[in-house]
């Protein structure tokens, strides 16, 4: 992993110190698409997408890419993973050859002790996703909504109108893909419910007008980041506000969790699922 990271950091001088002082456009053209240069790119491609990989990260794989061919060495602890980072190699662009040494060790454990970077773009992914849910959802509170994501584990503070809003939150976050669990701290605030206001500016502005396309939009979105659903079985589409679904799902819960999901979408006036089998 050393010379991959000696490729990143002669790339970076590159960038850095030798560009802004050439003054020949055609040198630097010339420079930026060396083999040297293009090698250390697809090493740290290569590098950053095994390092991100919930399957690969932690293993140890080491990445040495020469004129278009590509040599993986190291361990990792079963085939799958194996068989992985030679997938993820072949679609790297301009990578021709693949030779792959990485050795398998059932015994192998790979290194997830710690709560490193690859960690921290899941956490702020799941936040995000959930937050959009929130607000493409009939859920009215999202602005005093406050979403906090650890290790996979989400947790909900703020307030909201009423229990039923307070388990959609709840919900939408437990079926959010790659969450682990979800604890609920919402406070139902009755003040509001009582006096039949609602503290979301979004919500006490004039409700804004939401075609189907959007609908359609969303719907898929959230069927796309959430647990248990493969959006690409299920054809959406959507006609005066009222959702069809159609394809074929694994069991009745699937087609249940992606009824409910649609249901949720602000704007669906309802969910026609005949054509949804399992």
């Given at each position: 992993m050393m010379y991959t990271f000696a490729k990143i950091f002669f790339l970076f001088l590159i960038f850095a110190y030798v560009l802004p002082v050439t003054v020949d456009d055609t040198d630097a053209a010339n420079l930026l698409n060396s083999q040297t240069v293009i090698d250390a790119r697809q090493e740290a491609q290569l590098w950053t997408t095994y390092t991100l990989n919930p399957y690969l990260r932690g293993n140890n794989i080491n990445v040495l890419v020469d004129d278009g061919k590509v040599t993986l060495t190291g361990t990792v602890n079963e085939a799958m993973s194996k068989e992985l980072a030679s997938q993820i190699a072949?679609?790297?662009?301009?990578i021709k050859v693949i030779d792959n040494q990485l050795v398998i060790d059932a015994?192998?454990?790979p290194l997830s002790a710690s709560h490193g970077y690859a960690e921290e773009i899941d956490d702020v992914t799941i936040t995000a996703t959930i937050k959009s849910k929130l607000i493409w959802s009939k859920y009215r509170d999202s602005e005093s909504t406050y979403?906090?994501?650890?290790?996979?584990?989400?947790?909900?503070r703020g307030t909201t109108e009423d229990s039923e809003s307070r388990?959609?939150?709840?919900?939408?976050?437990?079926?959010t893909r790659g969450v682990e669990s979800v604890k609920n701290l919402l406070l139902i605030n009755y003040a509001n419910t009582s006096s039949g206001k609602n503290t979301n500016n979004y919500w006490n502005a004039t409700p804004p007008v939401v075609v189907d396309s959007w609908?359609?939009?969303k719907v898929r979105s959230t069927f796309r980041y959430s647990n248990s659903i493969t959006d690409s079985v299920i054809d959406v589409s959507t006609?005066?506000?009222i959702v069809i679904l159609k394809g074929t799902l694994k069991n009745s819960a699937e087609h249940a969790l992606a009824v409910e999901l649609a249901r949720n979408i602000r704007g669906v006036k309802d969910v026609k699922s005949d054509e949804l089998g399992f």
């Open positions: 072949r679609h790297v662009q301009g015994g192998y454990i979403i906090e994501t650890t290790g996979r584990d989400v947790t909900l388990t959609l939150a709840g919900s939408l976050a437990l079926s609908i359609t939009s006609a005066q506000g």
